[in-house]
């Protein structure tokens, strides 16, 4: 079946610092999502992307849909201590109620 | 909105035992998906109903696991008989098209 390569698998930052990750496929995906996840709780979205080139923001949140449909960015700008977590990307290759691929996830650690 | 319910939020088992886990969407979403999150690992797509039919069950090892969607609304999932590799979490989502909402799962733990 399809795959998504996240990355980084975890990142060690200070708090105020910028982060970015990607997802990488070797399909084509019409959509792409931003969830993440907190301990013992279910993926909430971050941002959805439904056009190949498409930026968007949702407060320091920025992620961008890759022109060849086949890979996404996420930012986090200005890192604070609540965006520990763990972040996935999913991807969806058909209509709009297709579930959803998921990567592996990017752990993301705040250093005091 | 109320969310996406499940129950229970945990389960321990012994292996080859059964175990059924209950999902009731948000109100007026039409699809509903089942997904096993491994410890590590993202979601993985076990099964998608579109009101109470089946639309995608290609993931679902059917030997041991089953799932229905009565009148289109609640769902049950189901493993008979459980083995130690199903120890994961099993998070229910619905969707109203393109924006998936997610329950908070159910840990299953086979000893």
């Known amino acids: 079946g399809q795959q998504l390569n996240q990355s980084p698998q975890s990142m060690f930052i200070q708090e105020g610092e910028d982060v970015s990750m990607n997802c990488t496929s070797s399909?084509?995906?019409?959509?792409w999502l931003w969830y993440k996840q907190d301990p013992g709780e279910g993926p909430v979205l971050l941002i959805a992307?439904?056009?190949?080139?498409e930026l968007t923001s949702n407060g320091r949140l920025t992620a961008q849909f890759g022109i060849t449909r086949k890979d996404s960015f996420l930012n986090i700008s200005a890192s604070i201590p609540s965006d520990v977590g763990i972040y996935f990307c999913?991807?969806?290759?058909?209509?709009?109620?297709?579930?959803?691929?998921f990567g592996k996830g990017t752990h993301l650690i705040i250093q005091p | 909105e109320a969310g996406v319910a499940q129950s229970p939020r945990y389960k321990i088992i012994e292996k080859r035992q059964s175990v059924a886990f209950w999902c009731n969407p948000i109100s007026g979403h039409a699809t509903l998906y089942w997904y096993q999150q491994i410890l590590g690992q993202g979601p993985k797509l076990l099964i998608q109903f579109q009101n109470n039919g089946v639309v995608d069950d290609s993931q679902l090892p059917k030997d041991r696991f089953s799932a229905e969607r009565l009148k289109g609304v609640d769902s049950t999932l189901k493993i008979q008989p459980a083995k130690l590799e199903d120890s994961a979490v099993y998070l229910c989502a619905s969707s109203y098209p393109g924006q998936d909402s997610f329950g908070p799962g159910t840990r299953l733990t086979v000893l």
């Open positions: 999913a991807g969806r290759s058909g209509g709009g109620a297709d579930g959803l691929t």
């Open positions: 992307l439904y056009k190949a080139g």
């Open positions: 399909s084509i995906f019409n959509t």
